[in-house]
């Protein structure tokens, strides 16, 4: 088969088509020939020699796929050759075909197609698990979201509003605030013009965000706390912002607030399969329905992966930028 490969570390250029032995499903693994992946940030950091794959992952880029099941390995069921699916990978999503664990497997929804469900395994599984599972987020509750507009906010906001939620969102440009306020926002915050904290403080008359959801790491720590609400509960899925900040703890512990930490990559088989059981039981059926839909900017083919992290690294883009194999 043929996938993107990374012969050594460095800008989207490092990124090369090229041939390689096909993937052996093993125990309670599927091989999934794939129809589509999509860009993460993450793969940008592997490309960058900054995100190495976990021990026994694929050693090419791609966190979440969408194909067809081409093959099931020993100790497999409910699965079937020719099955439309999606998967959360731990990493070759960027490839002709994946071997995957068969727990994080996921139907394509009604009504979506084949190659459009590749952008919904890894934003759907970070968001359920990080905003619902960890923080909790309730009915009547306000949720911020950070980076409204990428595919993590634009699923973000659009559950978050399924379940009866308040949603705030930061972004750059007033077409991104447009675009989020389409799928549902409430308040929107322009980053580069406004201070958030002000801002979340002036919407929810000096409450605050009883959840967040930051990407940024260290840049936003302070000022995310000084955001939350009372009991408010700060969950942080990236490092755009850096890695190290100083955090005044009498904030924290006057608001009674959390702070969690989490990446679904690197975690065992087990919780990520608790994390998809999770979001088929939940998600799936908003999905089903058309209350919930990906966002997908643009496709382009899958050897062009050079142009697409290009295209991500600019942001530009609202929701996810899809790689279709040849």
């Not at 694929?58 to 099955?83: K, N």
């Not at 978050?160 to 409430?186: I, P, S």
């Amino acid at each position: 088969m043929y996938a993107i490969t990374i012969p050594e570390s460095g800008g989207p250029e490092a990124l090369v088509w090229a041939e390689v032995p096909d993937p052996v499903p093993g125990e309670g693994e599927v091989l999934v020939e794939v129809v589509a992946g999509a860009v993460n940030r993450a793969d940008i950091l592997q490309r960058q020699g900054f995100y190495n794959p976990p021990p026994g992952a694929s050693p090419y880029p791609g966190l979440e796929c969408s194909g067809r099941v081409a093959a099931l390995g020993p100790g497999v069921s409910g699965w079937s050759v020719g099955d439309e699916v999606c998967a959360l990978l731990s990493g070759g999503g960027y490839a002709e075909k994946v071997a995957v664990p068969a727990g994080q497997l996921l139907p394509v929804p009604k009504g979506i197609g084949v190659r459009e469900a590749a952008a919904l395994p890894e934003v759907v599984c970070t968001v359920w698990s990080n905003v619902f599972m960890v923080a909790h987020l309730r009915p009547g509750e306000t949720l911020l979201v950070h980076g409204g507009s990428s595919g993590i906010g634009t699923m973000a906001i659009q559950l978050a509003k399924a379940v009866g939620a308040r949603v705030a969102v930061t972004a750059g440009t007033r077409q991104k605030l447009d675009r989020c306020a389409e799928l549902g926002a409430d308040i929107l915050v322009n980053y580069r013009e406004q201070d958030f904290v002000e801002e979340i403080a002036k919407a929810t008359d000096g409450a605050g965000a009883d959840v967040i959801l930051d990407n940024m790491g260290a840049k936003y720590l302070d000022r995310n706390v000084r955001a939350l609400a009372v009991n408010g509960r700060l969950a942080i899925i990236g490092m755009q912002g850096g890695v190290k900040a100083e955090l005044n703890i009498a904030t924290l512990l006057n608001k009674r607030a959390a702070i969690s930490a989490t990446s679904l990559r690197a975690r065992p088989l087990g919780e990520k399969a608790a994390i998809v059981a999770a979001v088929r039981e939940h998600v799936w059926p908003l999905l089903d329905s058309g209350r919930v839909r990906p966002v997908v900017d643009r496709e382009l083919p899958m050897p062009e992966a050079s142009a697409a992290h290009r295209l991500v690294e600019e942001s530009g883009h609202v929701g996810k930028v899809l790689l279709v194999a040849p």
